[in-house]
């Protein structure tokens, strides 16, 4: 599938794996990806730290793109809600461990999450062509 990046001149530079705007071309089947966390297989065990969950994120990511027949570079937009501003450097790590150069439409929200040992959660939505 084509993606087109959109960071036109005027606008502030794009941060690390990140786009303004991604366009994606007619026909693209889409996947809707729910706000993930960082349990492992059981559903109630999590690490405590804040790489460790976000690498369980990124593979549950992964996990369900195959599933869809996907791959990390048909992410068109992530979603990302950190516990506090001061994960931000850890998590521009990770996304680039993750993303490689890949750039997708992206926000990152600060907030309080559901259960207090959530460091993170990832939504994210993937396009292809059928």
């Not at 005027?10 to 071309?25: C, D, E, I, R």
């Not at 297989?41 to 804040?50: L, Y």
């Not at 790489?51 to 369980?56: A, P, T």
Request: glycine fraction near 8%.
């Amino acid at each position: 599938m084509s993606m087109i990046l959109h960071n036109p001149p005027g606008l502030f530079p794009p941060y690390a794996n990140y786009s303004h705007a991604v366009q994606t071309t007619a026909g693209a089947r889409m996947l809707f990806i729910s706000g993930l966390n960082g349990y492992l297989a059981d559903g109630k065990t999590m690490p405590a730290g804040f790489e460790e969950q976000g690498d369980l994120i990124w593979n549950h990511i992964g996990v369900l793109l195959r599933d869809a027949q996907m791959e990390i570079a048909d992410l068109v937009s992530i979603r990302t809600y950190l516990a506090d501003p001061s994960l931000d450097g850890a998590n521009v790590r990770l996304r680039r461990k993750h993303l490689g150069e890949h750039r997708p439409a992206s926000t990152v929200v600060c907030c309080r999450l559901l259960e207090p040992a959530w460091l993170l959660e990832v939504e994210a939505v993937a396009a292809r062509h059928a």
